[in-house]
């Protein structure tokens, strides 16, 4: 089992930034890529940004620009870096971690954390 803890989340003004975090603890090897995802009242969960246990990234259209995902692989944990934020992120935002163990395939997920920007 993995468990990953988010911070980060609040309250923010449009245009400004927040750093979202992930750390994920317990069993952590062969964690292959982690990434953060949203779900806005009423709307699907989305992909926002998603990162490689070797680096590789790709974002959602809506974001690219604006924000940035990075991995500290000796910490676990995943960064989301959000500036020019807009209220249209609002969102409660989600991490994920797939884990692959003898090529079966695992998700995890965290608790999610609430990003609101005020107009």
């Known amino acids: 089992q993995v468990q990953l803890v988010e911070s980060g989340g609040g309250l923010v003004q449009a245009g400004g930034s927040l750093r979202l975090s992930c750390a994920a603890s317990?069993?952590?090897?062969?964690?292959?890529?982690m990434g953060w995802y949203r779900q806005a009242p009423g709307k699907q969960r989305e992909l926002v940004a998603h990162?490689?246990?070797?680096?590789?990234?790709n974002y959602a259209d809506s974001v690219k620009g604006r924000f940035t995902i990075s991995r500290d692989n000796t910490k676990n944990t995943v960064y989301l870096q959000m500036n020019s934020l807009k209220p249209e992120d609002t969102a409660v935002y989600f991490c994920?971690?797939?884990?692959?163990?003898?090529?079966?395939?695992?998700?995890?997920w965290g608790q999610g954390t609430q990003v609101t920007v005020s107009s």
């Open positions: 990162i490689t246990s070797g680096g590789s990234t």
């Open positions: 317990g069993r952590t090897f062969s964690i292959n890529a």
């Open positions: 994920n971690a797939e884990q692959v163990i003898l090529a079966v395939k695992y998700d995890y």
